[in-house]
Structure formats: structure tokens, C-alpha cells
């Protein structure tokens, strides 16, 4: 493939280039014009829920009564603070509206330009998986969505994904609750699930069910990636019919019908355990500081065994195996990752309000690792509070990656990432359109407000960006990488931090693309942005 990026930093004036009007508002740079720089020095966050025996948030407790350990190794706290999440960060909504509203005609973004709104210190991501949910329960698990919309107090941003065949962004970031409710009527129930845990002959069909553990797998991957560098904590709520757990198949011969259908229906095929999957996808997320709270679409559910089938014990039922390892899973994950799992209930809304709600105050802390220099492993966080009858919720792990292993694990999410079309990304604001005079080259406007530089003798923006392109089918045509150092003299900084830069990236344009997508991410802040432009002659943009 021919060199796919050319690479033109504008500092002064970029964002004008994007614009059909400039808006009073995007020179603005907020509360503080000092550039902020990011250091080597690497805290351990650990956001923290606290509840008393009733499960009512605890507000009052202090430094002296927090103990953190490090594989059984107590740390002093280097950080410690009282937080309640924030409804929005009104400076950069508004910052954000006036952008959209005033960009010219061909110009495509990556957030939407009436509703979208920005979280200041903490916001709530809802996924509606229906890859792994059963066909029969998906309707009532969206008719329970829809009525949670209608009767929740949205006091924080909520952004609504749909798991299928891949992962989509039915709606991003509002508290908007006519736009939520018009997002999820419009997405609608999405029935590729085969749900093919059992064949006609009642044998486990193991190779789809790896197929929907890998796609679920890759969707948390990335959900990760939408939120990375966004402040404060973060919860993911997962409406989801079958986590992830394992297949034990009974392989038990002689039963008739209806005591096949006692022991869960099906009895062969090969076995499987997920748990150590799930357990690494947990850890990733808790590291990316996301509580997970599982919410199970299956409701209440009871597992009654053929009681005359005396010499198989209760524990050797499939369908009572089935129900308690997925109920297990859920447990584990939101242990790992500081959240909450709901199940074995009928009213599925009323729960995922109590978990939206969870977390609307918390306790922010940091402390230094056991190691000056990260060791690639993961080390167990372990948290008391001295004051009696106080719970705590937190992340249990986290993992200390070393620069190079980072760094690869860091492209290959990002190459993956731009592969898979639908899914948005903006924690990086973009714009960008095709050059009218050579329609191979994408001039790209990132926002600056919340780029970072990193400290050294000559600061420097850090980026890293990948580039695919697809044919009408969405299949892939090509696809390239590159890491970026940009080198500025503070007063850029400046300048950029207020009115954003521009890039230039060339792809190979062949007659076959219909599509370019773009994933940039921020190497200090972790965000990620996106950005689709669909491939048009010079003659149609015209």
C-alpha cells in the first residue's frame, strides 16, 4: 500500500477551515489558560462506592479511616476525595453544540449536533446485548429498557449500545429523555442472535457459542476504548440475557423426553469454561476504571430438578448448572470491576434504575505503586474501612503495564477498533472532510481542549492514529498505522488547547472505496475519537 499518512500541523486559525460561521465560544478555554502537562509518574486510582448495612450511600467518612493495600502490602493514600457526579461539564457542551451547528455543509463530525452532551466527573454507559440474550426474552427486556427511560430521574449523561453482530451506538451522552426514548424505538430489537447453546439434537453447539463470547468479548474491548480519559467513575450497565460462564454438557443417556427436559435439554458436545475470559475482559475494564453491573433479562427464575432421577444429585442438572454459573459470572465480574449484579427479579426496569443510580457519590483514591517500575502483571487492590458496618465497592486489580508491552496491546486495540464500522468514539472531538482537490487526502480537525501534552525537554502532543478503508460491502480494503510526536513551543500549546489543530491523512483512493474511517487516540489521556467519512467523487460533493 502506497504511504498512507502525510501529516500538516496547523496550530493557528485550523479550526476556521471547518467552519461556515465561527461560534462565539470556541476560543474559549475555560477556568484556566496554564497548559496542564502529563508526567511519567503513574498513580493507582481506585474509585470507591461506600454503603451502610441498608445499602445507603455513606458521605461523611475521612482519610484516617481508609486502609489500602497492594498485595497485602499497605500503601499510603497519595490522593483521597469526596466526589458526587456532576449532571454535565457545561463549558465543553457548549462548546460542543456551537461546533456542530456552525461546520460547514461537508463536513463530517463525530457527536451529534442538537442533543449531545459531555460528562464532567463521572457518566453511565447501558448495553442492551442482545447477541446473548434468548429470542424470547429480548421483547420484554425492551419494553423494561424503554419503561426505565420513561421513569428514571436522569440526573447524569447516559449513552445507550446495542451488542448484535457488532457493537452500535444507539445514542450517545444526554439526559434528554424524549431523545433516549426516540433512540431506542428507533434501534429497535436486533435479532441476530441464534441463541444456539442447544441443536434440535440437544448437543451444545460449542463453535457459535465461541463465536458470541469472542464478539462480546471485543464490543467490552471497545466500549473501553469509547470512554478512555473521560474523568471520574464510570459505570457500565449490561442487560443481558446469558453471560458468558462455560457449557457443561451431562452427557447422561437413557432419559426420556421430559426428564431431558429436567436436566436443561441438552446433554452432549464438547465442554466449555469462560471464566478465565471473563476474568481477564474484567480486569481490562476495572483498569479503564468501569464498574460493570449485570443486570440479568432472564428475571426470576427457579430450577427445580426431576426428583425421580435419584442417583443424578442436583448440582449434575444442565439447567440448574446453567443458571448458577451465570449468576456466578455476573458476581464475578462486578466484584472485579467495583460494580453490582442484579438478577432472579422480575422487574428488570426497577433494576436498572438502582444500578444507574449506584455511584452517584463516591470517594476518589490514589495511591503509589509497590513498584517504581511496572512489571507487566496484575496486582490485587484490597481496601478497609476502620469505621464498623461501612461495605465498600471497588475495583480489585490493577494491571502494571510496561511501556513497550503497553504500547503494542495499545495499537492493536486501536487497529481493531477502526475495523469495526457503526461503533463512535469522541472522546477526541473530530471534524473532517475530503479535500476537494485530491479526494485521497482527509484534512482532520481535533479538538484541543482536551489534548494533553506530555513533559519532557521539548514538549510534544503524543497521538497515535489508525486508518481502514472499506468497499460498499464493508468489507475492509486497506488499513495503516502511525504514532505521533509533535513537537510545539509552549504558546502553541496554548493556542491549540483554545482553538484545536489540524492533520492530514492520505489513504490509497481506488475506485473500489466508499468509505474512510479514522481512530486517533491521545497517548497522555488515554481518549479515543473517531471519526466516518464516506468517499464521494469531486463531482457529487459538489
Not at 463453535?207 to 469509547?226: G, K
Not at 435419584?310 to 444442565?318: C, D, I, M, P, T
Request: hydrophobic share 40%; charged share 20%; glycine share 6%.
Amino acid at each position: 500500500m502506497a504511504r498512507l499518512f502525510a501529516v500538516a500541523l496547523v496550530a493557528l486559525l485550523s479550526l476556521t477551515m471547518f467552519l461556515a460561521s465561527p461560534p462565539s465560544c470556541t476560543s474559549q478555554q475555560g477556568p484556566s489558560q496554564t497548559p496542564t502537562f502529563r508526567t511519567e509518574t503513574q498513580l493507582v486510582e481506585v474509585d470507591t462506592v461506600a454503603t451502610d448495612s441498608h445499602g445507603k450511600a455513606v458521605t461523611d467518612l475521612r482519610a484516617d479511616e481508609f486502609k489500602v493495600f497492594e498485595d497485602d502490602h499497605q500503601r499510603a493514600l497519595a490522593h483521597f476525595s469526596f466526589e458526587r457526579v456532576e449532571k454535565l461539564d457545561l463549558h465543553a457542551t457548549e462548546r460542543l453544540r456551537a461546533l456542530a451547528q456552525h461546520k460547514s455543509k461537508l463536513v463530517y463530525t463525530n457527536f451529534a449536533e442538537d442533543v449531545s452532551e459531555v460528562p464532567l466527573n463521572g457518566c453511565t454507559l447501558l448495553l442492551a446485548d442482545w447477541l446473548n440474550t434468548p429470542l424470547e426474552l429480548q421483547p420484554q427486556a425492551h419494553e423494561q429498557l424503554k419503561e426505565f427511560i420513561r421513569t428514571a430521574d436522569l440526573a447524569k449523561p447516559l449513552a445507550i449500545y446495542a451488542l448484535d453482530r457488532s457493537l452500535h451506538l444507539v445514542q450517545d451522552f444526554t439526559t434528554d429523555r424524549a431523545v433516549l426514548l426516540a433512540s431506542i424505538e428507533k434501534g429497535g430489537i436486533h435479532t441476530a442472535n441464534l441463541q444456539p447453546e442447544k441443536r434440535a439434537s440437544r448437543s451444545l453447539d460449542t463453535t457459535r457459542t465461541d463465536w458470541r463470547v469472542q464478539r462480546t468479548t471485543l464490543a467490552l474491548t471497545a466500549l473501553a476504548l469509547h470512554v478512555q480519559g473521560l474523568r471520574g467513575r464510570k459505570n457500565l450497565i449490561w442487560l443481558s440475557g446469558s453471560f458468558p460462564a462455560g457449557m457443561f454438557p451431562t452427557n447422561l443417556t437413557g432419559l426420556t423426553p421430559a426428564m431431558e427436559g429436567s436436566y436443561g435439554g441438552y446433554l452432549y458436545g464438547e465442554p466449555r469454561d469462560f471464566t478465565g475470559i471473563l476474568e481477564q475482559v474484567s480486569h481490562m475494564l476495572a483498569n479503564s476504571g468501569i464498574a460493570v453491573y449485570p443486570v440479568d433479562a432472564q428475571g426470576l427464575e427457579t430450577t427445580m430438578t426431576d426428583t425421580s432421577q435419584e442417583s443424578v444429585r442436583l448440582y449434575q442438572n444442565a439447567l440448574t448448572q446453567s443458571v448458577a454459573q451465570r449468576q456466578q459470572s455476573m458476581r464475578n465480574v462486578a466484584d472485579l470491576t467495583g460494580g453490582k449484579a442484579f438478577y432472579n427479579h422480575n422487574d428488570i426496569s426497577r433494576e436498572l434504575q438502582d444500578a444507574y443510580t449506584d455511584g452517584d457519590s463516591f470517594y476518589a483514591l490514589a495511591f503509589n505503586p509497590l513498584l517504581s517500575r511496572p512489571d507487566g502483571k496484575i496486582h490485587k487492590i484490597r481496601l478497609i474501612c476502620t469505621r464498623p458496618g461501612i461495605q465498600l465497592r471497588y475495583r480489585k486489580s490493577y494491571f502494571a503495564e510496561i511501556r513497550s508491552s503497553s504500547d503494542a496491546i495499545s495499537r492493536s486495540q486501536l487497529e481493531t477498533f477502526v475495523r469495526e464500522t457503526g461503533q463512535t468514539a469522541n472522546g477526541l472531538l473530530l471534524m473532517g472532510e475530503l479535500d476537494p482537490n485530491d479526494p485521497g487526502r482527509l484534512k482532520v480537525w481535533i479538538d484541543g481542549s482536551t489534548l494533553m501534552p506530555m513533559q519532557g525537554e521539548h514538549p510534544a502532543f503524543r497521538m497515535e492514529v489508525a486508518v481502514a478503508t472499506f468497499d460498499t460491502h464493508g468489507g475492509v480494503l486497506g488499513q495503516n498505522y502511525a504514532n505521533l510526536r509533535i513537537k510545539l513551543k509552549p504558546a502553541d500549546i496554548t493556542r491549540i488547547q483554545g482553538s484545536g489543530m489540524t492533520q492530514t491523512v492520505q489513504f490509497l483512493r481506488t475506485r473500489d472505496v466508499a468509505r474512510v474511517r479514522l481512530a486517533m487516540r491521545d497517548l497522555a489521556t488515554g481518549r479515543v475519537g473517531t471519526l466516518e467519512v464516506p468517499v464521494v467523487s469531486v463531482s457529487d460533493s459538489r
